[in-house]
C-alpha cells in the first residue's frame, strides 16, 4: 500500500508560480512511476505530466508545456510539479498518482492516488 498526500496548493495570480509536493510513504517509491492529473469544475480529470521511476524520462500535456516540470527526489519519497506562467485556466485540484508501469496517460493503470490539492489562478 502507498500513500500518496499533495501540498503546495492556493491562491495566485495569472503569470505566478506555484510548486506542488506529493509525499509518498509505504513501499519502495521508487518502485513507482509517477503522474499528476488534474480536475476543473464541471471537467473530467485529465493528464498533466508524468515522471518515470528513475526521473529519466517524462511527458506532458501539450497545455502545459514550457511552463511545468515535473521532477522526483527518490531518497525523499517525493515527486513535484513546477508550475510557472500560470493562467486561469489551470485552475484545478490537482492529483498525484502512482503506477508500477509507464501509464503517463492512462489513469486506469495509475493505482494509487492523493487526495488532491487545489489550486487557483486569478486573472
Known amino acids: 500500500q502507498v500513500q500518496l498526500v499533495e501540498s503546495g496548493g492556493g491562491l495566485v495570480q495569472a503569470g505566478g508560480s506555484l510548486r506542488l509536493s506529493c509525499a509518498a510513504s509505504?513501499?519502495?517509491?521508487?518502485?513507482?512511476?509517477m503522474g499528476w492529473f488534474r480536475q476543473a469544475p464541471g471537467k473530467e480529470r485529465e493528464f498533466v505530466a508524468a515522471?518515470?521511476?528513475?526521473?529519466?524520462?517524462?511527458s506532458y500535456a501539450d497545455s502545459v508545456k514550457g511552463r511545468f516540470t515535473i521532477s522526483r527526489d527518490n531518497a525523499k519519497n517525493t515527486v513535484y510539479l513546477q508550475m510557472n506562467n500560470l493562467k486561469p485556466e489551470d485552475t484545478a485540484v490537482y492529483y498525484c498518482?502512482?503506477?508500477?508501469?509507464?501509464?503517463?496517460?492512462?489513469?486506469?493503470?495509475?493505482?494509487?492516488w492523493g487526495q488532491g490539492t487545489q489550486v487557483t489562478v486569478s486573472s
Open positions: 498518482a502512482a503506477s508500477e508501469a509507464w501509464a503517463i496517460i492512462l489513469q486506469g493503470i495509475y493505482v494509487y
Open positions: 509505504g513501499r519502495t517509491f521508487s518502485r513507482y512511476a
Open positions: 515522471i518515470s521511476w528513475s526521473g529519466g524520462s517524462t
